[in-house]
């Protein structure tokens, strides 16, 4: 029987965007994130170089003056954004994870008070949903917020907010009805200079140091009744929904980081002399590059069916995205970790890339859901039967 059967490939459109994004990352990105790590500080100059690009907030709609990318092209901005700076991919990321939310449940007034800022790349948008003791636990977070006449007032806190202090904008989570448990969390906008609403010193952290991690305190934190997104004891089913839709875009930072580790390896044993030969020529090394290139391939085709699956919200997103961040980021992790094994002695200086690599790529396994609780995601999706095989 004769098929005429069109290969699998990406649009052109996304074969575009990605040489678009690849070329600015080499000139402008990967140039500044060596020091952007060493320093801990913020990469204002890859920021400015996706702003002038539109590569901020690729997702945003141009209803709002954005770019209008679809959820693959988001994917893929991020992907090769972290393949040059970790640090700098989580502009594109968090402004999704942040804005998502809105997206989702808020008022169109809300949507057009605040988008367009993000889509000028004026202000970014961050999220705060972790708490000190409500981290895998979300259902137990203890930030407060009481209606006092049209207004809220929060207290409480947020942890491990990414951007925290670089962002103008935060969606908050907070207990509007102690007494409905999971259905009594609600979903503000708080403004940063909202009386009430202050940071803690920056983390010290093991990676992405380019990228501002703080806790999010609230005081009595007083903020206008129409800065509620969506309706009250929405706030939950909110957060995983937009959990649903950017998990997918760490498993693109995790891949993207794979694949700067992988090639910085690949050149670097084509170099490396032992014995008289480059130590590309002996099998052991062939045998690692390519265990690294398959698992990569593999991680980046789940991304792009997650993608795919959250630009048309499918019933399965809740799986998928789950395994492509899971797998992807575990892949980040291994690859990583045999790029620097490849460099020897050398990958374990801060003089070659792979081992500021090795430590971006752990978060990955962390954030937006632990892999354990991806892998509880995606057995509950199975034996609820939401997802066969």
Known sequence: MDVD????RLSEDHEAIRAAVRELCTDKVAPHAADIDE???????????????????????????GAGADALATCLVIEEV?????????????????????????????????????????????YGLSEREAGSD??????????????????GQKS??????????????????????????SAFVVEDGDDG?????????????????????????RIPGD??????????????????????????????IASGALAAATAYVQERQQFGRPISDFQGVQFMLADMAMSIEAARQMVYRAAAASERDEPQLSFLGAAAKCYASDVAMQVTTDAVQLFG?????????????MRDAKITQIYEGTNQIQRLVMARQLLNGHVTF
């Open 197 to 221: 609403f202050t940071y803690s010193a920056p983390e010290r952290k093991l990676g992405i140091k380019g990228s501002p991690t703080r806790e999010l305190l609230f005081d009595h934190c």
């Open 82 to 126: 972290a393949r040059a700076c970790a640090s700098t991919s989580l502009i594109p990321a968090v402004n999704k994870l942040g804005t998502m939310p809105l997206l989702l449940a808020a008022s169109d007034d809300l949507k057009a008070r605040y988008l367009p800022a993000v889509a000028r790349g004026e202000a970014m948008f961050s």
């Open 39 to 65: 320093a801990s500080r913020f990469p204002q100059e890859s920021y400015d170089a996706l702003r002038a690009s539109d590569f901020h907030a690729p997702h945003l709609p141009e209803a709002y003056g």
């Open 138 to 155: 979300t259902a137990s977070m203890s930030t407060r917020a009481v209606r006092d006449g049209d207004d809220w007032v929060l207290d």
């Open 345 to 357: 002695g050398s990958g374990y200086t801060r003089d070659y890339p792979v081992e500021r690599m």
């Open 5 to 8: 059967f069109e290969p699998y």
């Open 227 to 256: 800065r509620i997104v969506g309706e009250p004891g929405q706030g939950l089913r909110i957060a995983l929904q937009t959990l649903d839709h950017t998990r997918v875009t760490i498993g693109a930072q995790a891949v993207g």
């Open 160 to 185: 491990w907010i990414t951007n925290a202090g670089v962002s103008r904008y935060y969606t908050v989570m907070a207990v509007t009805d102690p007494e409905a448990g999971s259905r009594g969390i």
